[in-house]
T-cell receptor, first 113, second 112 residues
Framework: NAGVTQTPKFRVLKTGQSMTLLCAQDMNHEYMYWYRQDPGMGLRLIHYSVGEGTTAKGEVPDGYNVSRLKKQNFLLGLESAAPSQTSVYFC????????????FGPGTRLTVT | GENVEQHPSTLSVQEGDSAVIKCTYSDSASNYFPWYKQELGKRPQLIIDIRSNVGEKKDQRIAVTLNKTAKHFSLHITETQPEDSAVYFCAASKGGSYIPTFGRGTSLIVHP
């Protein structure tokens, strides 16, 4: 039982390049989330999904797109990376039958130059 | 939407002292209040949570209290140890939404 995993762990992009971050969970959770973490800013929600085939915007969605084609996977895309997207990205999941506890992945450190 | 304020942003204590971190929330409909601990370079992990039908919850050296009237909740750590050094986040969410709003975090430093 791996829990929540993220790929890749580190990435450096040039401005304007695109990339996709992959999140996978093996706990059969309905909810999945993407956060970014910047110093002093806490965890800010980018997008989330309440089930396969559904996504919704969070607090800071601009410049990002997501897809959830399979229940266990949640993809975060950056179409044209900007230096302001330099951050640590965390994926999380939670169960509808639980109390609301979120399980986080190990994070992806992204640097945009 | 919900707004969660967390104080202090940094807390420095001596080993063995107690530490208290406070959070306030704005939405009176919020009813689930988790606390997450994030060690340096690691992922956030739940350490304790409380629902609005309970005023206090304890788990060994940590406890959380909730004042629904004043809309604030606090994390209490007693007999602090160096391994308690980490960033702590509070959060609030409404029942059924499963979309928490996080505070900005408190960096706790426990000096040996």
């Amino acid at each position: 039982n791996a829990g929540v995993t993220q790929t890749p762990k580190f990435r450096v992009l040039k401005t304007g390049q695109s990339m996709t971050l992959l999140c996978a969970q093996d706990m059969n959770h309905e909810y999945m989330y993407w956060y970014r973490q910047d110093p002093g800013m806490g965890l800010r929600l980018i997008h989330y999904s309440v089930g396969e085939g559904t996504t919704a915007k969070g607090e800071v969605p601009d410049g990002y797109n997501v897809s959830r084609l399979k229940k266990q996977n949640f993809l975060l895309g950056l179409e044209s990376a900007a230096p302001s997207q330099t951050s640590v990205y965390f994926c999380a999941s939670s169960s509808l039958s639980g109390a609301g506890e979120q399980y986080f992945g190990p994070g992806t450190r992204l640097t945009v130059t | 939407g919900e707004n969660v304020e967390q104080h202090p942003s940094t807390l420095s204590v001596q080993e063995g002292d107690s530490a208290v971190i406070k959070c306030t929330y704005s939405d009176s409909a919020s009813n689930y209040f988790p606390w997450y601990k994030q060690e340096l370079g690691k992922r956030p992990q739940l350490i304790i949570d409380i629902r609005s039908n309970v005023g206090e919850k304890k788990d060994q050296r940590i406890a959380v209290t909730l004042n629904k009237t004043a809309k604030h909740f606090s994390l209490h750590i007693t007999e602090t140890q160096p391994e308690d050094s980490a960033v702590y986040f509070c959060a609030a969410s409404k029942g059924g939404s499963y979309i928490p709003t996080f505070g900005r975090g408190t960096s706790l430093i426990v000096h040996p």
